[in-house]
């Protein structure tokens, strides 16, 4: 059985309760699937899972910080005590981190940024891999950047930590091509949402970014849902082990 035969597929979604991790998860409720959404903060999930049973999906929040691998093991465990299977899994959930200089940077800053891009990525591939490879089947979308393919003056670290996310993707799907299982990322260019508002510091940050892109436009969440939706449990059978930029053309 693969994930696009199912007609409701299992899936999770990590750091899902704002922005493009939102976006996605009402997206794949709308697609019929049955959905972990996770998070800190229990009153937003509950309020989420609420909103998603609205439009007809099973839903459900667990919440878990992804820099824990109880957390994480848990998280993966519960949702499949649930709904008896992992289909897909999204993970989503990052931080802009400490942005400044190379020369600024410490390594509580690193810690600050690698602990959730790069080990919470790797913990949760973990724990989803194990119940994907019992099953034989699965699909996972990791969600790097734009800036895991360039650089970024002022961002090294979270540019290092998502280049070290597109290399844990393309890893991880050559352990497990034969198995069933697909890996991929997608890569966002700038995408209006919280961590934009942060990591640019305000509207003439924006405007500055905005003029970076060659479509002269920031990117909305819900096109970015629709490309992890259709990498996850599209007719993408055959990718595995890819990072499809959605970026307005900033990587081209
Ligand atoms: N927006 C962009 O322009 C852009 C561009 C390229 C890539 N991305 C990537 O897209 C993903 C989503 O970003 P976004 O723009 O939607 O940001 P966002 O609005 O800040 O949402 C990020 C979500 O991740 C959660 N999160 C952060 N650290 C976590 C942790 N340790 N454990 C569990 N959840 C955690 C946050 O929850 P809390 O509220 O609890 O912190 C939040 O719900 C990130 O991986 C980001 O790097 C974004």
Known sequence: ??????????????????????????????????LVVSGRNPEAGDALAAELRTLGADALFLR????????????????????????????????EGQPGPVVEQTAESYAATFDTNVLGVL??????????????????????????KIGAA?????????????????????EVATTGIR???????????????RFTGGEAGKAWMTEQVPAKRLGHVDEIAAAIVFVAIGKAMYMTGQSISVDGGVTA
């Open 64 to 95: 878990a910080d992804v820099r824990s691998e109880t957390e994480v093991r848990s998280l993966v465990d519960q949702t499949v005590e649930r709904f008896g299977r992992l289909d897909a899994a999204v993970n989503n959930a990052g931080t």
């Open 183 to 197: 890996v991929n990322a997608v890569a966002p260019g700038p995408i209006e949402t919280g961590m934009l508002d």
């Open 1 to 34: 059985m693969t994930a696009s035969s199912i007609t409701t597929p299992v899936v999770l979604v990590t750091g899902a309760l704002a922005g493009i991790g939102r976006a996605t998860a009402l997206a794949f409720a709308r697609e019929g699937a049955r």
């Open 154 to 174: 002022g961002a090294s670290v979270y540019v290092a930590s998502k280049h070290a996310v597109e290399g844990l993707t393309k890893s991880a799907a050559l």
């Open 123 to 148: 913990l949760s591939m973990k724990h989803e891999l194990r119940v994907m490879q019992a099953q034989g089947a699965g699909s996972i979308v990791n969600v790097s950047s734009a800036y895991g």
